[in-house]
């Protein structure tokens, strides 16, 4: 009996426990938070179904009961900016969300450049030293993916911006808040939803989305996505490809000395270097992968410098001659392998280069031309191009689904739990996972902000995007690029009201997707938030294309916002990144020159002009017309021919 009482009670005290934490509110509000001023904020949550809820905030005191499913929801009448306040939510039991906030909240949004850190971009040690900004605070979303709307972000808290707290938070999305604060003085919250390498379209609802052209019948793909089966298939497709039944977990590699000349390789596969092995059908290959080479050498000259030249590697590399290590460089893809060999090393006969590559992100191995990679012995070169024998030594675990499979999985897991709560804005980094269908952006992207606007339920919230950099080599002749019409569909996205664009056309690098230079992207977005957001009269932006006049042979280009007018950075007085074309469509590289803060563009090549293009590739790195408050003129077209992403979607 004595067991029993003890059975029974321990019933008791768990049920009575469970009663007591019954009331539970959503995963966005917590310590340290900042809400919404001068609007109604709206306080959500969970508890039994008609159990009586109270929320006391600042004053107020409001009162509410679970609905049938236990949702509760209150409304805050609007407050000034101030703070700090403390929240108490009471029910059947009752707790109190301290250090709270009133000011303006910013969703910070899009896919990797506006996921970039701070401790990655310019100056990182004296940026993250300064940043201790009490009265703003910070929110990182947990990446998740759903094909189902979502409630709940586990594991995530706002917290006030200190070096500790900065330091991994979005770059752009910190310094656009710090230069924010700085100019309007009251508190900013800066909640981060990103996720590199992802599209507009699984940013957007499955009930949006479907009502596009060419996305009728996507509700199906939707609703059919499974995260578990998508990896398992990526699994066995790699372990197919790889030709072994069962990934390698563990490196075994180094512990067998794979690089000794004569170890035995005869069931290693093929592989035609230089190239990235997913260009040849090693997808989702995240990991270390050997690679071997055998050549012969007739003669040696002592005297011979030798060089071996293996180009860029993605990520790391460690690199071997005759078993004996000639280099390495860890985790740089950007630096030429270039290494010295010692004399001694080479002997005449059978000679082996291997090399252990370690990929962790992006495409994996060898990113030079063939003509690159070589051995420089002497005068002669000794080309390396060609097969070589590979085996996979550890598989990292990067199988899972990518958000990219389907439409609408990170609006569902990202955005819809942070919804209904207040908000000032949203500042939108993306698209480069978008420039294969640059045309269609001009649909989707729009479509995305009137999805979460009319979600929201705050009217016409401002919205404030960043035009994708300059990225890739440039090129010396005119021609088509995705990467211009992306843009292009982006200066068409300014037509939806309250919304502003940062143009980034001069900041970026030829050979980095993601520019380190975040500050003045952060800076750019907050004049467009002081004229879009704050009603300021401010020059926001550089010169946007308005209209072009034709006379003669010369075209004459006006432009909006060119603030106190129109200015070039060359000393000669020249506009470069220039275009024209006549009825035959060809364009040519053409002169360009102020006059009365308008642009006059001609070319002897052209002698009836009827378009123009300024900029129109994927990096015009000789781009150089800004107005005089040092803010660059967005690339344009004046024609509307054909280019290389008409009519490319989702499937294509």
């Known amino acids: 009996m004595k067991g029993l009482r003890l059975f029974i009670t321990g019933i008791v005290i768990i049920t009575f426990q469970l009663s007591k934490a019954d009331v539970k509110i959503a995963d966005v509000f917590s310590d340290n938070m900042v809400l919404q001023r001068n609007i109604n904020v709206r306080v959500w949550g969970h508890a039994n179904p008609g159990e009586r809820i109270t929320v006391s905030f600042n004053g107020q005191k409001c009162k509410t009961k679970a609905d049938k499913v236990g949702k509760w929801l209150i409304t805050l009448q609007p407050m000034k900016a101030g703070g700090p306040y403390d929240m108490t939510i009471s029910g059947k039991n009752e707790f109190v969300l301290k250090n709270i906030l009133i000011g303006d909240i910013w969703i910070c949004s899009g896919q990797s450049n506006m996921q970039w850190p701070v401790s990655k971009s310019n100056n990182p040690e004296k940026e993250i030293k300064n940043a201790i900004y009490p009265e703003i605070r910070l929110l990182t979303v947990p990446k998740q993916l759903s094909n189902v709307l979502e409630e709940d972000m586990p594991n995530t808290s706002w917290h006030a911006c200190s070096p500790e707290t900065v330091k991994d938070f979005s770059a752009v999305g910190y310094f656009f808040g710090r230069d924010l604060q700085r100019e309007i003085g009251v508190p900013i919250g800066l909640i981060n939803s990103t996720w590199g390498g992802t599209c507009v379209e699984t940013w957007t609802s499955k009930e949006s989305i479907t009502k596009l052209p060419k996305y009728e019948d996507f509700g199906q793909k939707i609703d059919s996505f499974d995260a578990m089966e998508i990896e398992k298939i990526n699994k066995n497709a790699l372990s197919k490809a790889l030709g072994i039944d069962s990934l390698p977990e563990k490196e075994t590699g180094m512990v067998e000395q794979w690089m000794k000349p004569t170890y035995d390789r005869s069931n290693w596969q093929t592989m035609n270097l230089p190239t990235h092995w997913e260009d040849v059908g090693y997808l989702q290959l995240d990991g270390i992968v050997w690679f071997s080479y055998n050549f012969e050498l007739n003669a040696i000259n002592r005297n011979d410098k030798v060089l071996l030249n293996l180009g860029k590697i993605d990520n790391s590399d460690l690199t071997w001659v005759n078993g004996q290590k000639v280099g390495g460089v860890e985790w740089e893809s950007d630096i030429e392998r270039v290494y010295k060999i010692p004399e001694s090393i080479l002997q005449v006969g059978k000679n082996n280069i291997t090399i252990r590559v370690d990929n962790k992100w992006g495409k994996g191995g060898f990113a030079s031309q063939p003509e690159n990679f070589f051995l420089q012995l002497g005068p002669a070169r000794i080309p390396l191009s060609g097969d070589w024998k590979f085996k996979a030594d550890r598989v990292y675990d990067k199988f899972k689904a990518s958000p990219n499979e389907a439409p609408s999985l990170l609006y569902n897991a990202m955005i819809n739990p942070l919804i209904p709560y207040g908000i000032k804005g949203v500042i939108w980094y993306q698209g480069e996972n978008n420039t294969p269908r640059a045309k269609e952006y001009a649909t989707t992207f729009p479509n995305m902000i009137e999805n979460w606007r009319k979600n ?118 020249y506009i470069n990144e220039f275009e024209v074309a006549g009825e035959d469509k060809v364009f040519h590289w053409a002169k360009a020159e102020i006059e009365n803060n308008k642009v006059v563009v001609w070319s002897d090549k052209v002698i009836a002009p009827i378009a123009v293009r300024f900029g129109w590739s994927n990096n015009p790195a000789e781009l150089n017309l800004y107005n005089k408050e040092g803010l660059p003129s967005s690339p344009f077209r004046t024609d509307d021919w054909m280019g290389v992403t008409e009519g490319k979607s989702f499937d294509d």
């Open 456 to 573: 929201w339920h705050q009217g016409d919230f401002a919205f404030l995007f960043v035009q994708l950099a300059n990225f890739t080599e440039s090129t010396t002749s005119p021609g088509n690029s995705n990467w211009a019409e992306l843009r292009e569909s982006q200066v068409k996205t300014l037509s939806l009201k309250n919304t502003g664009m940062a143009v980034s056309i001069d900041i970026g690098e030829a050979l980095d997707i993601h520019p380190r230079n975040k500050q003045d992207v952060g800076k750019r977005l907050m004049l467009s938030a002081l004229k879009i957001a704050y009603d300021k009269e401010v020059v926001f932006s550089g010169p946007i294309y308005k209209s072009m006049q034709i006379e003669g042979d010369k075209v004459i280009v006006s432009f909006d916002n060119i603030g106190s007018g129109l200015m070039t950075k060359s000393k000669h007085g």
